[in-house]
């Protein structure tokens, strides 16, 4: 069988999901039986402007300026996947989202913000720019879904099942104690799930860094935060604006 | 095409973390372009952190970027902690130099292994190197994972880690519920180091018979780097500024913009720093000469038989002083391991804040000194943020190695196609890490 041509690309975005491409270890090697990496700059040389099988793309659309190039990559790609949050869902980019841009460009660049490289826009996902066939979500992402999409994606699979339940049923599987029984708040009950749900584990609250579980009860998520989390009003208003800006109803 | 007439243009150099470019353009032997510029999208942190509570800042700041996310965690920590009156447990500290050692040994063994091994050996990518170099690359991966597994039982993962927040740890190292797992967690640990020590000299000896190929050029500069007198430079100190003659100014924290300097290139849209010099070179060649008496002894072992000898100018070396502070992170990991379990663990809560105001914290992450800056209201919500990246502070360096380089070049009669690599090559030694860039321009405090 010949290889799949794999290509990785990236946008705005920290590049630690490509990072942790490199976290696999021998089942990298593995992969490298399957597939033919023909472009991923962060770690080659070579670049192609040829078919690709499947092209990985990694960071938020957030700015117009990026638009043809992902417009190139869907062209020569029969198979595009997002991966990781920014990608995914804007990601952490998009907490600028419910800022005004004019203020926070001069707060962060002063007389210089209107130079035209420092142009911005909303941080969106790779799908308000452009068709994505299967998305790998998380902060990082999870390296277990990734190997789950990748291998069935290899098997010519079409439906990818991933979970569509919230991050407080993988807490109940792991068994750790809720967050709001450690006087602590959590974003789980309205975060979709397929990390583990490593956070809650590790002593700190989801912050729903995969996004929402569809139809997520917004107003109820803001209320247990307030009266059970012990947030005040505006803190647990403004809380799902850090990983989910673009899923609230004001996005 | 000769050296007296070239035109270089690397659009997006590759095997770097985050976008940059080089453009040269030589007529007649003269030099009438050579620059170093930096396209990467702006992310805006700073305003994104300002009205977040403590608790979720340095979970923000760490996603500045995904290679040195412990290191960013840390520097946000600490800053967090000296604006909040927080001063943390001696476990905390020695857990926390023990992560820090992890992601040093992390990340360089990406850049030594994966992004510089191949231009020593002849190869566009790792990948050529899986087929030619079998043996060579499964041990470079089982490196990789290693310092990721070391990364991640401390910090809960090596890629923004969760169980550091300020004030301390949030859960035990590894997946344990009490200090006797933890013990046996930390345990397993340095056996783990331990064991990678032999597959460490083995990539000593792959180094040792390809270093002829890194290439001759040296320039002095000022080498600026984290001093501590608790061991060499890494997770805490105060600000060093080493000049080639010799001579150091030591500089407290609190006052890192004074080193920094940041000014607006007119060649470059990259904000640029300056201190003593036109420019400074941060990163592990500026941590080894300004820190070499306090390398681990086996490290200072790998760096004589590589013929490293501190002050070195040439800032090629700075992949072979990555390599070196790797055996040395080694070393000391099962040195603070040690210790951690002289001290018996306990089962800690991070410590609250005493108060609210500004601070400061410093940090050495793989490729610089790195600074963060948070001021907060008396609800504990952040109300200004600042973040100093190394790769910034290295753009102005880079520059001037390209102003020193390529009239060398031209005068050596190399070929435009020797010269793109070695100016490549050049930006890679530096493992700039570009997407880190959270800004260029002046940053003001608003009251």
């Known amino acids: 069988m010949a290889k799949v041509k794999c290509a990785w690309f990236d946008f705005t975005c920290c590049e630690g999901c490509q990072i942790e491409m490199t976290n696999f270890g021998a089942p990298f090697l593995q992969l490298l039986d399957h597939v033919e990496v023909v472009e991923f700059r962060e770690v080659m040389k070579e670049t192609t402007d040829g078919p690709i099988d499947v092209a990985f793309i990694e960071g938020s659309f957030s700015r117009e300026a990026d638009r043809a190039r992902l417009e190139s990559i869907r062209e020569r790609s029969s198979l595009v996947v997002a991966f990781g949050s920014c990608a995914t869902s804007g990601g952490i980019n998009a907490l600028k989202n419910h800022m005004d841009e004019a203020e926070y460009k001069e707060y962060v660049y002063g007389a210089d913000s209107a130079m035209p490289h420092l142009d911005t826009q909303k941080a969106r996902p790779i799908s308000a720019a452009i068709k994505v066939d299967y998305e790998i979500k998380g902060c990082p992402m999870s390296r277990d879904e990734f190997i789950r999409v990748v291998t069935q994606l290899l098997h010519g699979t079409d439906k990818v099942y991933l979970p569509s339940y919230p991050v407080c049923v993988e807490c109940k599987l792991r068994e750790t104690v809720c967050r709001y029984d450690e006087q602590d708040h959590c974003m789980g009950p309205i975060a979709i799930a397929g990390c583990g749900a490593p956070c809650p584990a590790h002593g700190i609250p989801c912050e729903a860094c995969r996004g929402m579980v569809a139809d997520a009860n917004q107003e109820a998520m803001t209320k247990v935060l307030k009266e059970k989390g012990g947030l005040s009003e505006q803190w647990a208003e403004k809380k799902s604006q850090m990983f989910t800006a673009n899923f609230r109803s004001d996005a | ?447």
């Open chain 2, 1 to 447: 095409m000769t050296a007296q007439n070239a035109s270089i243009k690397v659009h997006h150099v590759t095997r770097v973390e985050g976008h940059g470019n080089i453009v040269v353009d030589i007529k007649n032997g003269k030099v009438e372009t050579c620059e170093w510029r930096v396209p990467e999208a702006p992310r805006f942190f700073e305003a994104m952190v300002r009205g977040r509570h403590y608790s979720e800042v340095a979970r923000i700041t760490s996603r500045i970027c995904g290679i040195c996310a412990v290191g960013h965690t840390l520097a946000s920590c600490k800053a967090s902690e000296n604006a909040l009156g927080m001063r943390v447990s001696k476990q905390t500290d020695r857990l926390r130099r023990l992560l820090k050692h992890g992601e040093n040994f992390d990340s360089h063994i990406v850049h030594v292994l994966f992004l510089v091994a191949p231009d020593l050996l002849g190869a566009p990518s790792v990948f050529p190197l899986v087929a030619t170099h079998p043996d060579v690359v499964k041990k470079a991966v089982l490196l990789k994972k290693l310092g990721c597994d070391w990364a991640s039982l401390v910090g809960g993962r090596s890629t923004h880690p969760t169980k550091v927040v300020p004030g301390g740890f949030a859960a035990l190292p590894g997946n344990a519920y009490n200090p006797r797992m933890a013990t046996e967690e930390l345990k397993a640990l340095k056996q783990m180091i331990l064991d990678a020590v032999p597959m460490a000299t083995d990539m000593y000896n792959v180094l040792l018979s390809v270093a002829g190929n890194i290439p001759n050029f040296t320039r002095e500069t000022e080498y600026v780097a984290l001093v501590d007198d608790a061991e060499y430079g890494l997770y805490d100190g105060k600000i060093g500024c080493l000049m080639p003659d010799g001579s150091r100014e030591i500089v407290d924290v609190a006052d890192y913009r004074s080193v920094t300097n940041e000014w607006v290139s007119p060649l470059s849209t990259a904000k640029h720093a300056k201190h003593n010099m036109a420019s400074y070179m941060a990163g592990a060649l500026a941590r080894i000469n300004n820190n070499y008496d306090q390398l681990h002894p086996e490290a200072k072992k790998v760096a004589e038989g590589l013929g490293f000898k501190a002050p070195c100018f040439n800032p090629y070396f700075n992949s072979v002083a990555q390599f070196i502070e790797v055996v040395h992170s080694a070393y000391m990991g099962v040195g603070y391991i040690d210790e951690l379990l002289d001290m018996g663990l306990q089962d800690e809560k991070p410590v609250e804040p005493t108060k609210f105001g500004k601070g400061f914290g410093a940090t050495e992450v793989p490729r610089g000194i790195l600074f963060h800056e948070y001021e907060y209201d008396t609800d504990g919500f952040c109300t200004a943020g600042n973040c100093i990246i190394p790769t910034n502070q290295n753009h102005a360096n880079i520059q001037e190695d390209m102003n020193k380089l390529v009239p060398e070049m031209i005068s050596a009669d190399k070929s435009e196609q020797e010269m793109e690599l070695t100016l490549e090559m050049l930006v890679r030694a530096y493992d700039p890490c570009i997407s880190c860039s959270t800004h260029y321009l002046d940053v003001t405090f608003k009251k």
